[in-house]
């Protein structure tokens, strides 16, 4: 588990006159609805920690900060960027934390979360194998059972195949 800092002390640090490596891991179109002022856009499913490392600012001191929606995919960068050799520190409660700490935020924009996208996409194929289970043929019924174990196995893994397909999708770009 990657270390973290509070979003009271990452206002601390954007105050500091050293520059502060922060980097946010959503996808653009999350990025874009809103974003902590300062922070670099380095989507999670494209995050090389080599290209982070030598993309650094010349004059950043300290550790990669890293920030997501909620901490998830921050914690998953962190880690990456860990492995590479890099100090990478995760951002407690992400962007959703420090819009209520009251944190200076660019706003473009609104965009549906990932998170939201994958309750809609999970909850339409339960919805759709099921009515056909019902009403053509219960071999639909695969589809709803399928669906139920992706997110039985995303609860456990904290991985979700679903929401990964949706972050390459064009209007997540």
Known sequence: MPSTI?????????????PVDLI????PA????VHVQGTRLIPLDTLDPEAVKSSRPEDAAGPILVLCKAGGRAAKAADQLNAA???????????????????PVQRGEAAMSLERQVRIAAGS???IGTLLGAFVHPAFLILPGFVGTGLVFAGITDTC?????????PWNR
């Open 30 to 33: 999350e990025y874009g609805a």
């Open 125 to 127: 194929f339960v919805l």
């Open 24 to 27: 946010d891991v959503r996808t």
């Open 85 to 103: 050799g890099c100090e990478a520190v995760v951002v407690e409660g992400g962007t959703d934390a420090c819009v209520n700490a009251g944190l």
């Open 161 to 169: 195949g679903m929401g990964m397909l949706l972050a390459r999708m």
């Open 6 to 18: 509070t979003p009271a002390d990452l206002h601390a640090r954007l105050q500091a006159p050293e």
